[in-house]
């Protein structure tokens, strides 16, 4: 019988604010920032020198230095975060069938994840060293490149799909992992996001846009302060969250551990902009509204948002705007994991189900952290500073993105 139910089994995470699922966490409950000056290049005279990499990381482990010459840092992330998805969910690949192998599909969201590659062979190019470029720089500057990767990686054979959707390209991706999931078409899937933009010329671009703080050089961790009236832009950020989302009767089968069930998902475009938000938040509303009418519950049951919240003026502004729409001004617990991580662009979606799905699991709603100065215009309650322990059944993960795209997903704590 048809639609069934899709849960999540498996979580990944290599984030500026802790490497592994159990750090990363901990920390964001703890209200640790992961932001810092930028240390993967100079950044010279750029006016916003801080950003949330992830630390500690040798990508050596799982490949060759030659291997890596021709791999953007996107790649060994997002490597790095799915096998610890794949084994938390119980999956042991040296046990699988050809059969098996088949039926387990990528289906990952990314903004554009060869960024580093792709300057580096323009750097190489515009230097007059031509025959130095890489045979993989048009390859492996393609987003699609990421599930390829990520498929001959652990040699699955399922379907193999990136959504680029700007920043709610995980969101998405997830959407539609769920829903091929749920309609029968496949039974499980590698999900998630990845994104490595932390370079010279992306960091330079947003310059451009001044969408990024610049008063915060010397306070790192102080730098992304989603909703507060000082709030000067986003802080760039990498990361990678993946997770395995499977059918309930299967995961059961498998004697998985069930961290959440998805229930629903909603999208929608404001066909306005190719930055701006819609300043009424209709179509932001809209979605959500289309997730919780997805998912066959009513606003009132919902008791947590993990929040886009970027820290931007507008995206924070009209967020706000249209969660009071779509839940009649009730002031409903929500949280910007962002204020601890930055802002990893594609794979922000993957980053917000995480969080969500762990908060419903643990009972626990991460703080956002950086909360001094109130704007009036944003006046949710945030969660500020400190985390909040507390039952939540049923939650909301919400994206915006460029181009005028908005997307949720809804979650519920798993009952067995």
Not at 32 to 55: M, R
Request: with cysteine; aromatic share 8%.
């Amino acid at each position: 019988m048809f639609p069934r139910r899709v849960v999540i089994t498996g979580l990944g995470a290599m984030s500026p604010n802790g490497n592994g699922v159990k750090d990363f966490w901990r920390n964001t409950c703890d209200g640790k920032s992961g932001i810092d000056k930028i240390h993967s290049f100079d950044p010279g005279d750029l006016s916003c020198q801080i950003a949330g990499e992830v630390k500690d990381f040798d990508p050596g482990v799982l490949y060759s230095r030659g291997d890596l010459n021709k791999l953007p840092r996107a790649v060994p992330l997002a490597v790095a975060s799915a096998t610890e998805a794949l084994a938390d969910s119980g999956i042991d690949l040296s046990q699988f069938s050809d059969e098996d192998f088949e039926s387990l599909g990528v289906l990952i969201g990314s903004g554009g994840a060869g960024f580093d590659f792709s300057e580096k062979q323009f750097e190489i190019y515009f230097s007059g060293s031509k025959n130095k470029i890489s045979p993989y720089a048009i390859s492996n500057s393609l987003v699609g490149m990421l599930s390829s990767e990520l498929s001959m990686y652990f040699g699955l054979m399922g379907r193999s799909h990136v959504m680029a959707n700007g920043c709610a390209s995980s969101t998405d991706a997830m959407g539609y992992a769920f829903n091929t999931i749920r309609f029968g078409l496949e039974d499980w899937f590698l999900s998630g996001g990845v994104e490595a933009c932390v370079t010279p010329a992306m960091m330079c671009g947003f310059q451009r846009m001044k969408v990024n703080p610049i008063h915060f050089n010397d306070d790192p961790t102080r730098g992304s302060r989603p909703f507060n009236k000082d709030r000067e832009g986003f802080v760039l950020a990498e990361g990678s969250w993946m997770l395995v989302l499977e059918e309930l009767e299967h995961a059961k089968k498998r004697g998985a551990t069930i961290y959440a069930e998805i229930l629903g998902y909603g999208s929608s475009c404001d066909a306005y902009h190719r930055v701006a938000i819609m300043p009424d938040g209709k179509q932001s509303t809209r979605a959500l509204t289309l997730a919780m009418k997805d998912a066959q519950v009513d606003k009132a049951d919902v008791q947590y948002i993990n929040l886009h919240g970027t820290s931007t003026e507008l995206n924070d502004r009209i967020e706000t705007l249209a969660v009071k729409k779509a839940f009649g001004n009730r002031k409903i617990p929500a949280s910007s994991t962002k204020s601890m991580v930055g802002h990893p662009q594609g794979a922000s979606g993957a980053l917000g189900v995480m969080v969500t799905a762990l908060t419903l699991k643990n009972g626990y709603m991460t703080p956002t952290i950086n909360q001094e100065n109130p704007d009036p215009e944003c006046d949710m309650d945030y969660i500020a500073n400190e985390g909040r322990s507390a039952k939540v059944d049923i939650a909301i993960s919400n994206c915006i993105s460029f181009g005028s795209k908005n997307s949720a997903l809804v979650l519920k704590k798993w009952a067995d």
